[in-house]
């Protein structure tokens, strides 16, 4: 076609759809996939932890209490945030779990805030996994199996009762203000925009409903899944969890600073069919992936304990393989 009005052509030019470059998008990977590069399976009967009282509670009073606690094996760490569970010991693997297991991790807290000092509303402790950071760039996810106790044997508190999460930053733009000057050297403030680091923890928590909650209709207790977070910072409901005993977890994170979650009951390796979800936390671009941690949470009141929680082989891998490599959509 020949355009000889160049009236006519700047028509075209605004009318005509432009046809831009694909978006880039990473293929999923489903935890579980790739080298391993941390693990515990608690199989070490001599597996201690050095509690190192008072704990730490840097959230609530910005009191940061060294030493730290410190698994013996030096593969575990109390948080200098949220200070560690009252109760870390292995025991003997719950009935189901994985096979040739002999040895897990128990967590219970009760203390959940400022040591000494309840705070009267729902708390949480830290445990967190000695990982080697990586860029996103290698596809880092992990998995875990947590063992839920029956359910008489939970808190009797609706809320929040367990985190499964990851230590993840990324770059985030804020505005600050500084001192400048005017026309006639009077100092003023003016604002200016600044990039940091942002540390975040996407993750799954574990919500409970006991049967005595008004809310409850079912008449029957149970948990329900919950994602952190969208790309809103807003929690996003997962899967109803009816069933107690072993399941297992997993996310993983791909170089676009997406998660995904899985979760199944049972001790199997995750499958495709397990997904929950997939989110940009926050919206931040993430670029490194640090660790792991667990969150165990009470209601804080000096004298009620959370709910017994049991860990078995938490696993840390990379991925680099061709099924990750970016795709053009």
């Known amino acids: 076609m020949i355009v000889r009005s160049p009236l006519l052509l700047r028509v075209l030019l605004l009318t005509t759809p432009v046809l831009l470059p694909p978006a880039v998008v990473t293929a999923q990977v489903v935890p579980g996939t790739g080298t391993l590069i941390n693990t515990d399976d608690f199989e070490d009967e001599s597996f201690s932890f050095d509690m190192n009282w008072p704990k730490s509670s840097k959230e609530e009073d ?11 094996n ?32 128990y ?8 040591p000494g000092r309840p705070g009267f509303k729902q708390a949480q402790d830290d445990f967190i996994l000695a990982a080697k950071p990586m860029t996103l760039s290698y596809s880092p996810n992990y998995t875990v199996r947590v063992y839920l106790p029956s359910w008489d044997q939970w808190e009797q508190r609706s809320g929040v009762t367990f985190g499964i999460r990851s230590g993840m930053q990324g770059p985030v733009e804020e505005e600050v203000e500084s001192l400048g000057f005017g ?5 003023r403030l003016r604002r200016e925009k600044q990039t940091k680091m942002e540390p975040y923890y996407p993750g799954f928590f574990i919500y409970h409903v006991p049967a005595s909650d008004p809310n409850n209709k079912t008449g029957e207790p149970y ?18 969890i009816k069933e107690t ?9 791909t170089p676009d600073a997406r998660c995904h ?7 199997d390796d995750l499958t495709p069919r397990d997904f929950i979800t997939s989110q940009y936390p926050y919206t931040i671009p993430g670029t490194h992936f640090n660790t792991i941690f667990f969150n165990v949470c009470s209601a804080d009141d000096g004298k009620t304990w959370s709910t017994p929680w049991i860990i078995d082989d938490p696993k840390v891998y990379y991925y680099t393989g061709q099924r990750i490599q970016e795709a053009r959509r």
């Open 223 to 240: 948990a329900k899944i919950l994602i952190r977070a969208n790309q809103l910072g807003h929690e996003v409901d997962g899967p109803i």
């Open 107 to 114: 967590l219970r807290s009760r203390d959940t805030g400022v």
């Open 74 to 105: 030096n593969m575990w760490m109390e948080s200098p945030k949220r200070g560690m569970p009252d109760v870390v010991k292995r025991v003997e693997t719950p009935a189901g779990g994985l096979e040739g297991s002999k040895g897990a991790l």
């Open 245 to 253: 005993g072993w399941w297992t977890f997993g996310m993983s994170v």
């Open 261 to 267: 979650y899985y979760a199944s009951p049972g001790v």
């Open 62 to 72: 910005e009191n940061v209490r060294y030493p730290l606690g410190r698994s013996s």
């Open 183 to 187: 026309r006639r050297l009077f100092r």
